[in-house]
């Protein structure tokens, strides 16, 4: 069964791009267009890897995901944070790899392929 | 909720991460915002209007041309957050720049002063140790609490969600929980209250240490908790440690978006009392925001 990865950024274009880049490597995606749909969708899809976006209308990435470590059973989800905002690596420390965008396709397909698989 | 927001800034790359955070608090929290630069410091002894320009540090005679110049340079940096933050002013002052600082928050009945940690110098070696005497100068004299941003990395991400009080027991702490409680409340956020237990000084048995973590987090919920009345969102914790590394630490352990402390603790005039050592090292390394208060006035 494929891998299912959240992919949460409030830019349709990255979005698109990256939804159709992992659909491409043969993994399951679902899309979040902000920290606040990303909630309700995190906890019905419960996908193996989060693709977070730092800095978007409602709920930031980093609030989110405070409220996703909450949940015992969620917090464990593996998280790339991908960003155009200075110094994102520190914004979630415990987070699996930090992006700078624009990135490179094939760093992010490494790290999702050690990550999950 | 805090009304008006003075960020003091030099529109220098070292304080746009204070810029980050007033312009996303006055937008997310609805607050005016007055973006205050200080353009130079008059010379010959204020006798007439030469200053020496913020950036290129050269003498400049103020006169209309200039200070209009200086504005749009500032529009221009600001440019993206001006545009997205409707409710703001652009103030411009000469003279030094703490006192102008103080003035116009005063002038303006400021809630709250947002400022970086030093100007344009944010050389490795020179931005490790203390803060810049404007900042230390505005923190001691304010009337209003100081939120300090220094780290461009600052992590305050979208509104508080999770404040960290820190606290020694004194009594000038007492304005910074009454404040990082009205913080709490009012953005609906969660609340460490923490205590560091300073072992730096001498060797202590693990078992001495442990008993003491355990008097202490007692002695927190005795003293803050009957304060908390009916807000019940909060966790105490006590850790052993260098004090301003704990505080960075559980501020980093808990996402915090926010760390309140008082000013100094150990002075009690507040006219008398500059930066504490634990708040200079705290306002320099951590990865929020911090507020310093120093008198109980706003709070």
């Known amino acids: 069964m494929a891998k299912k990865i959240m992919v949460v950024d409030d830019d349709k274009e990255i979005t698109s791009y990256l939804t159709q880049l992992f659909k491409d490597n043969g993994y399951e995606t679902v899309e979040a267009n902000d920290g606040s749909e990303a909630h309700d969708i995190v906890a019905k899809e419960k996908p193996d890897l989060i693709t977070l976006d730092l800095e978007m209308p409602n709920e930031w990435g980093p609030r989110f995901y405070r409220k996703l470590t909450q949940n015992p059973e969620l917090k464990k989800i593996p998280i790339i944070v991908i960003s155009g905002l200075p110094s994102n690596q520190y914004a979630i420390q415990k987070a699996v790899a930090s992006l700078t965008k624009p990135f490179d396709r094939d760093e992010l397909m490494k790290i999702v392929k050690q990550t999950i698989g | 909720m805090k009304k008006k927001i003075l960020l003091a800034t030099t529109g220098s790359p070292a304080s746009f991460g204070a810029a980050r955070v007033a312009f996303e608090m006055a937008r997310r929290y609805d607050a005016e915002l007055l973006l205050f630069h200080v353009a130079g410091v008059p010379k010959k002894g204020f006798s007439y209007q030469e200053v020496s320009d913020v950036r ?8 209309e041309d200039y200070m209009a110049w200086v504005e749009e340079e500032l529009k221009t940096t600001y440019a993206k957050q001006l545009e997205e933050c409707k409710n703001s002013r652009i103030i411009l002052a000469n003279g030094l720049p703490h006192r102008e600082i103080l003035r116009a928050a005063r002038s303006e009945d400021v809630d ?23 900042l230390q100068r505005v923190a001691k004299a304010a009337k209003c609490p100081v939120m300090t941003v220094h780290r461009e990395s600052a992590s305050y991400m ?33 609340m460490t209250l923490f ?79 500059s930066m504490g050592s634990t708040l200079e090292q705290v306002i320099l390394r951590a990865n929020c925001p911090v507020v310093s208060v120093n008198r109980p006035d706003k709070v």
């Open chain 2, 56 to 63: 290129s540090q050269e003498a400049v005679q103020v006169d």
């Open chain 2, 112 to 134: 709250m002063i947002v400022m970086g940690a030093h100007s344009g110098d944010s050389s490795a070696s020179y931005s490790k140790g203390y803060p810049g005497s404007t």
């Open chain 2, 158 to 190: 979208g509104g508080f969600s999770h404040i960290v009080f820190a606290t020694d027991f004194s009594k000038q702490s007492e304005s910074a929980f009454k404040y990082a409680l009205s913080m709490a409340k009012e953005y609906d956020c969660e």
């Open chain 2, 195 to 273: 205590h560091a237990l300073d072992i730096t000084s001498k060797v202590l048995a693990q078992s001495d240490i442990e008993d003491k973590l355990i008097t202490l987090r007692k002695r927190l919920r005795d003293v803050y908790g009957p304060k908390m009345v009916d807000f019940k969102n909060f966790e105490v914790d006590v850790w052993e440690g260098n004090p301003y590394v704990e505080i960075v630490k559980i501020a980093r352990e808990r996402m915090a978006d926010l760390i309140v402390l008082a000013h100094n603790t150990r002075e009690l005039d507040p006219e008398q009392a």
